[in-house]
């Protein structure tokens, strides 16, 4: 398998535009988590999924950001409109039972 | 989750064995040990896990003391690859939850 896709690797933007991330899971994963790496913050966990259902989002900072999973092989991650203090590393991870969690190369976002 | 206590860094020749420890004195009976490492620019990588008993596998081995209340985490032979923030987590097996990552120890393995 060719582990959890995620694109692009590297999204530039400038504040108000519209970003969306992708994100590809192993396949026959039933678990899909979205989280956010910062130096100040750490990894942080924003959203997470269970076949293909949002189970946990306490973890979206605001009504700006939005994830969906309309099948098993996709999802995606919303930021409308985008503030620079959003810059940071996104990375999707799968997980076949929500244990040992396999995570994508993340996608860096700098918006200006 | 039980909180876990690590160095923050270590070096280690490559070639010889890097020996990481944790400390989780609060773990709980049905908490797991899990190891991930986070190579510079890439995603968190699974390493290996363990509930009591000894574990290896093609990356590592991990040993984990009778009382539970720490491990280490051996890399046999290390390689400039290896060189990476480790991290120790310990929670429920199963469960879907966030991994909290904490600070971690950073690995360098040097020439």
């Known amino acids: 398998d060719a582990g959890v896709i995620q694109s692009p690797r590297h999204e530039v933007t400038e504040m108000g535009q519209e970003v969306t991330l992708r994100c590809k899971p192993i396949?026959?994963?039933?678990?899909l988590f979205w989280y956010r790496q910062t130096m100040m913050r750490g990894l942080e966990l924003l959203i997470y999924?269970?076949?293909?259902?949002?189970?946990?989002d306490s973890g979206m900072p605001e009504d700006r950001f939005s994830a969906k999973m309309p099948n098993a092989s996709f999802s995606t991650l919303k930021i409308q409109p985008s503030e620079p203090r959003d810059s940071a590393v996104y990375f999707c991870?799968?997980?076949?039972?929500?244990?040992?969690?396999?995570f994508g190369a993340g996608t860096r976002l700098s918006v200006l | 989750d039980a909180k876990t206590t690590q160095p923050p860094s270590m070096d280690c020749a490559e070639g010889r064995a890097a020996n990481l420890p944790c400390n989780h004195s609060?773990?709980?009976?049905?908490?797991?040990v899990y190891w991930y490492r986070q190579i510079h620019s890439q995603g968190p990588q699974y390493i290996i896990h363990?509930?009591?008993n000894n574990e290896t596998n093609e990356m590592a081995s991990l040993i984990i003391t009778e009382d539970r209340k720490s491990s280490t985490l051996i890399l046999p032979h290390a390689t400039l690859r290896d060189t990476a923030v480790y991290y120790c987590?310990?929670?429920?097996?199963?469960?879907?939850?966030?991994?909290?990552f904490g600070s971690g120890t950073q690995l360098t393995v040097l020439p």
């Open positions: 991870a799968s997980s076949y039972g929500g244990d040992i969690q396999y």
């Open positions: 396949s026959g994963h039933d678990y």
């Open positions: 999924f269970n076949n293909n259902v949002p189970i946990d």
């Open positions: 609060t773990i709980s009976g049905n908490e797991y």
């Open positions: 363990g509930l009591k």
């Open positions: 987590i310990v929670g429920p097996s199963g469960s879907a939850r966030q991994l909290t």
